[in-house]
């Protein structure tokens, strides 16, 4: 059993399976618009010089800065790329003579710096269209930046040694009044003569220190190195952009993000279903099994017990009969839109019971399907269902062992044609003899899409089984269909989810007629005048039905249907001038009667090819045009 995620998981490869050309589709295109780009943009050179920066007396120090020392790089490299630099620079490359925008801002957006972690180092590199110009772009941005921190450097160490000059100029006026005032003094101002010089001392004292600083600036100013180029540009001699690989790297990424998100978006919005996961979240249905995509569908066959399908099948089996309570015996399976789908159901659902030992009937409901059950489970079509619900047939001479299971019974759709369709007491008669005679009948219905046959099989049943076919069936004809069944209050089991691929079998519901083809056959048929016929001699009881095979519906005891150990079958009695087949009643093992033969010779009854359906045939033995009753009033 998979656990959720791995259903989930399972769900998003299906999608990307589903939708793998749409996202085939967004890198085609996304890589072909990464290769386009690639061919028609214009190529960028990029030459590369790297700055060291050395600290100079005016640099100050940032707290919590991304580099150490005492120069801020990021300040610095901010400094590189503005338009007082590009203005410096611009002028640089007028002077070279190479044709580059003289523009302040466009040179500063050619231009970008790196700073390496851990380092004193700017990285400065320009681009351009031309490898001349990337190379005199790079020489003039690293020699502006290097001449403009200079220059700033060397005005800033000017402006303080002007200031202490002009400092040093008062005070030695202050001391020159000083000198002045002592030499007016006369020779009884000894107090007063002490005080100016002491000041006129102090004052030389501050102009010996002023004059040391301001040769320190000037000195200072004249030295200063704020930084050189370690690392000189070269002229590119390939372009860095466009970059092919790059690009299509890029391209391919976008593509692939574009291409899932289509995908999910196309899932979303998907108007048929695809995923098992969808029953429930957008049709509030749950699934009863999924037939995964590696099971064949033969064209006319039922699956086998030990296959992958009848694997699914015998899982479905115990899963259903684990829901139905003792007296719920009757399921109808209808699909949701025309298609296979019900009848591979049916036919394999109701192999499945029998192998369990249920007697089981299934029952053709749908006369516009094209694989019927009884070329599935190769059993007699006519008399069926619709010759039942005319009154021509009796409902056991509709009623045909499959040759291919024993065990089940089949009722084929019939011939009969009726504009009007069965009525609810008809089918109510009808399912209630079904009840009585197996332990399980399943009833093919006409999808709800086609016809409101399949609502009014349902009102009457126990159960019902909706089937599903991905990326065929509609999700709002899904629930419309479910909607439509709760309202009549039927007990809705669920759903069967079919792949999307049917192999043979959707080869040969492309190939066989369609329903309006098999609706005028059926109307052909209808207009055969009954008086015209004459009953034809023989037994009364179509070959190969039960009412053939000495079943004694008056005799019949319900009770009798199952059998000891949980084993359904039927109770018909045999005459003297019968003998039983191989299993029935009249025998040691319980075999069934047969036609013909002596009594206990164990011979299963030779089955007929098939069965006339034009004029002057018998449906079951009884004329076209004999009106009979559901019940058991043998002529």
Same mark, same amino acid.
């Given at each position: ?12 490869? $299906? ?163 000083? $000198? ?44 200063? $190195? ?110 949701? $839109? ?298």
């Amino acid at each position: 059993m998979k656990t959720p995620a791995a259903q989930t998981l399972t769900d998003y490869i $299906s999608i990307l399976r589903r939708s793998w050309w749409v996202i085939v589709l967004a890198l085609v295109l996304s890589l072909g618009t990464g290769a386009a780009y690639t061919a028609l943009a214009s190529p960028v050179y990029e030459s590369q010089a790297s700055v060291l920066v050395l600290p100079s007396n005016v640099d100050t120090s940032v707290t919590g800065a991304r580099t150490s020392g005492g120069v801020n790089l990021d300040t610095e490299a901010q400094l590189v790329s503005s338009t007082e630099i590009a203005q410096l620079a611009a002028v640089y490359i007028a002077e070279e003579g190479v044709a580059v925008t003289s523009d302040p801002r466009a040179l500063a957006e050619k231009v970008r710096v790196q700073v390496p972690p851990n380092t004193s180092v700017l990285e400065i590199s320009f681009s351009a269209e031309t490898p001349t110009a990337a190379y005199a772009g790079t020489v003039a941005f690293s020699q502006a930046y290097l001449d403009y921190r200079e220059s700033s450097a060397r005005s800033h160490l000017e402006s303080e040694a002007s200031t202490v000059s002009e400092r040093i100029d008062e005070l030695r006026a202050d001391s020159d009044a000083l $000198s002045e005032r002592l030499s007016a003094l006369g020779p009884d101002d000894d107090n007063e003569r002490r005080q100016l010089e002491s000041s006129r001392d102090s004052i030389n004292g501050q102009i010996s220190d002023l004059t040391g600083e301001h040769a320190a600036l000037e000195s200072a100013s004249a030295a200063v $190195s704020t930084g050189r180029v370690i690392s000189t540009p070269i002229q590119p001699t390939s372009p860095t952009s466009p970059n092919l690989i790059l690009n299509l790297a890029g391209a391919a990424t976008v593509g692939g993000l574009l291409g899932l998100t289509l995908a999910w978006t196309r899932h979303l919005f998907a108007r048929r279903l695809w995923h098992t996961s969808d029953l429930e979240h957008k049709c509030d249905l749950p699934a009863l099994a999924t037939i995964p995509s590696s099971v064949k569908f033969p064209r006319r066959e039922i699956f086998g017990a030990y296959g992958p399908g009848g694997r699914v099948m015998g899982q479905l089996r115990t899963a259903i009969t684990s829901q139905l309570r003792g007296t719920e015996k009757v399921i109808v399976i209808l699909g949701t $839109s025309p298609g296979p789908t019900a009848s591979i159901l049916a036919g394999n659902l109701g192999a499945a019971l029998a192998r369990s030992g249920d007697q089981t009937a299934v029952v053709a409901g749908n006369p516009s399907t094209t694989v019927g059950l009884p070329e599935l489970l190769n059993a007699t079509e006519v008399p069926g269902l619709s010759d039942v619900w005319s009154r021509r047939v009796d409902l056991l001479d509709a009623m045909f062992e499959a040759g291919r299971q024993k065990g089940l019974a089949v009722v084929g759709p019939g011939a009969a044609a009726s504009a009007a369709g069965p009525t609810s007491d008809l089918v109510s008669q009808t399912f209630t003899r079904l009840r009585s005679l197996n332990r399980y009948v399943l009833v093919e219905a006409p999808p709800l899409t086609c016809s409101a046959d399949g609502q009014l099989l349902a009102s009457h049943a126990d159960a019902v089984i909706v089937t599903v076919q991905q990326g065929k069936d509609r999700i709002s004809d899904i629930r419309e269909s479910a909607n439509s069944l709760r309202q009549i209050g039927v007990d809705l089991l669920g759903a069967v989810v079919f792949p999307n691929q049917l192999g043979a079998m959707a080869a040969q519901w492309e190939s066989d007629p369609k329903p309006d083809q098999l609706a005028q056959v059926a109307n052909t048929a209808d207009d055969i005048d009954p008086a015209s016929q004459q009953r034809p001699s023989g037994p009364s009881s179509a070959p190969g039905s039960l009412a053939s095979l000495g079943f004694d519906a008056e005799a019949f005891d319900a009770e009798d249907a199952v059998g000891r150990g949980g084993q359904a079958r039927y109770a018909g009695r045999a005459t003297a001038t019968q003998r039983p087949i191989q299993g029935g009643p009249g025998s040691s093992n319980g075999a069934r009667p047969s036609p013909g033969g002596q009594p206990g010779s164990g011979e299963q009854p030779s089955r007929p090819e098939g069965s006339q359906t034009g004029p002057g045939s018998s449906y079951g033995g009884h004329p076209q045009g004999d009106q009979r009753s559901l019940t058991n009033d043998r002529p």
